[in-house]
């Protein structure tokens, strides 16, 4: 924790100079990891960030904040976590993002949360770059792969 006097640039700033070359960032807790996450956001460092942790990101300025950041240091970046949890503003920031996938040439872990259409997922893969090799899923509408595949089916007759 930071004392009260002390900013994350304060604190940060140092560490970027000294250490130009770090990879990953945490925090000990949430209030500190959205401090970090807006200095990110505005920062000018040439940071080679590959992994940026995400708490739980219930909070939806919080998830805007952690999609900003992470479309920052895409060409770096190695995991990425997207989520449609029917909120308009989650739901359209992660198509944006989403959207933008092949910019995101270093890409290794894709993870996808909540409740996404099997056809939009579909294209989401699609567009990961070749770099992607692990995929993680925590829901789908199971609906919608249903009927999914009943379109496939239909087809293919």
């Known amino acids: 924790n930071f004392l009260p006097a002390c900013t994350v640039a304060d604190v940060v700033k140092p560490i970027f ?9 945490r925090a ?28 739980e ?4 300025i919080y998830y805007s904040l952690y999609l900003t950041v992470a479309y920052k240091f895409k060409t770096h970046l190695h995991q990425l976590c997207l989520q449609f949890d029917g909120s308009d503003d ?10 933008q996938l092949q910019k995101f040439s270093s890409l290794k872990h894709l993870s996808i949360h909540t409740l996404c ?11 990961c770059p070749e770099t992607t090799k692990k995929l993680t899923v925590n829901a789908i509408d199971v609906r919608d792969l249903v009927e999914t595949r009943q379109s496939w089916s239909n087809q293919t007759q």
């Open 90 to 99: 989650s739901y359209h920031a992660s198509l944006l993002v989403g959207y």
């Open 17 to 25: 100079k000294h250490c130009p070359n770090i990879e990953e960032l």
């Open 117 to 127: 259409p099997f056809k939009l997922m579909e294209t989401l893969l699609d567009d």
């Open 28 to 55: 000990v807790n949430i209030d500190v990891e959205r401090q970090l996450w807006n200095y990110l956001m505005l920062t000018d460092e040439p940071l080679k960030l590959t992994k940026i942790i995400e708490n």
């Open 57 to 60: 990101m219930e909070d939806r």
